[in-house]
C-alpha cells in the first residue's frame, strides 16, 4: 500500500485536475456549443479521464457508483471520505 | 463532487393540467417533509457521521433525494405550465400564481417558503439516525396523504415510487443505526454520543 502512495496522489491529483477541466469547459460549452477548440479538449479530456479511472490504484475505493471497481468488492465506502482532510 | 444525469429517476409524464394537486404535492418540494430537506438533512448529517459504511449511505440518500426534488418538480412543472389563467383562479391557484407565476418555488402546502428549521444535524450518529428514520416515516405518510388527495394516474404512479422510496430508505437507516449501535463501548448502554466523547 505505501510503496505506490506516490503515484497515487499524483493520479488524483490528475484526477481532479482533469476532471475540473471538464467541469469548467462544460460551462464554456454550454454558452458556446460550436467553439470546435472546446470541443476537441472536452472530448480530449473525457477520454483522458477514462484511462485514469480504468488504471486507478488508489485505495479509497471507487469514484462513481455507477462505474465502480467491483474486483475487491463493495470499495465504494472504503479508505478516508473526501470531506476528511488529511486525517 | 456531484455529477448530473439527464434523466429522471422514475418517469413523469403528465397529460391533464391540475393545480389543486400541485398545490398540495409541491410541499414535497419545499415543505416540512420534502425532498430539499431530506437531502439537505442527510448530506449534512454525513461530515459527523465516523462510519464511513453509514457516511457512504448518507452520501447516496442525500443524492438520490435530490433525484426526488427533481421528480417533484417535474410533476408541479407538468401539472401547471399549461394552464391557463381561468383555470387557475378556478382552481384556488391564484395565490401561488402572484408571487411564482407557474415557477417551481420551495414552499409547504400551506405557502411556507422552505425552512432548513425543519430538518435536524445533531452531531450524535445515534440522534441523527433515528431522526432519519423519522424523518422518512414522516415523508412517507405526506405521499400517503397525496395519494388520499390525487386520481390522476399519471400523478399517482411516480408518487407512489417515491412512497416506496421512503420505505426502503426507513429500511436502511434503520439498518445503520444497528451497525452504529453494535460498535458501540459496552459501557455506553444508555448510547450516549459515540462521536464526541470529550
Redesign the interface.
Known amino acids: 500500500m505505501n510503496a505506490g502512495m506516490g503515484n497515487e496522489s499524483r493520479e488524483n491529483d490528475r484526477m481532479r485536475a482533469v476532471?475540473f477541466a471538464l467541469d469548467d469547459l462544460r460551462l464554456y460549452l454550454d454558452t458556446h456549443p460550436c467553439d470546435e477548440e472546446a470541443l476537441r479538449l472536452y472530448g480530449d479530456y473525457t477520454e483522458e479521464r477514462r484511462k485514469l479511472l480504468a488504471s486507478r490504484t488508489d485505495f479509497s475505493g471507487s469514484v462513481?457508483?455507477y462505474e465502480p471497481n467491483l474486483a475487491n468488492g463493495w470499495d465504494?465506502?472504503?479508505?478516508?471520505?473526501?470531506?476528511k482532510g488529511d486525517k | 463532487?456531484w455529477?448530473y444525469e439527464k434523466r429522471l429517476q422514475f418517469p413523469v409524464r403528465i397529460k391533464h393540467p391540475d393545480a389543486r394537486a400541485a398545490k398540495v404535492i409541491i410541499t414535497q418540494y419545499g415543505g416540512p417533509d420534502g425532498e430539499l430537506g431530506a437531502s439537505l438533512r442527510y448530506l449534512s448529517q454525513?461530515?459527523s457521521m465516523p462510519d464511513?459504511?453509514v457516511?457512504?449511505?448518507l452520501?447516496?440518500i442525500g443524492t438520490e433525494e435530490l433525484a426526488h426534488l427533481e421528480m417533484i418538480g417535474a410533476i408541479v412543472h407538468q401539472l401547471t405550465a399549461d394552464l391557463t389563467v381561468e383555470e387557475i383562479k378556478a382552481q384556488g391557484f391564484a395565490d401561488y400564481f402572484v408571487d411564482h407565476t407557474v415557477g417551481v418555488y420551495p414552499q409547504a402546502a400551506g405557502g411556507f417558503p422552505f425552512t432548513a428549521a425543519a430538518l435536524a444535524s445533531k452531531g450524535d450518529p445515534i440522534t441523527d439516525l433515528s431522526e432519519d428514520m423519522g424523518a422518512e416515516q414522516k415523508a412517507r405518510t405526506t405521499y400517503d396523504n397525496i395519494l388520499r388527495l390525487v386520481d390522476d394516474p399519471d400523478v399517482i404512479a411516480p408518487i407512489r415510487f417515491l412512497r416506496e422510496r421512503e420505505i426502503v430508505h426507513y429500511q436502511r437507516f434503520g439498518e445503520a443505526l444497528g451497525m452504529v449501535t453494535d460498535k458501540l463501548d459496552r459501557k455506553n448502554v444508555y448510547a450516549f454520543n459515540p462521536a464526541f466523547r470529550r
Open positions: 476532471s462513481n457508483a465504494w465506502n472504503d479508505g478516508p471520505m473526501p470531506w | 463532487m455529477e454525513r461530515f464511513p459504511r457516511a457512504g449511505l452520501t447516496d
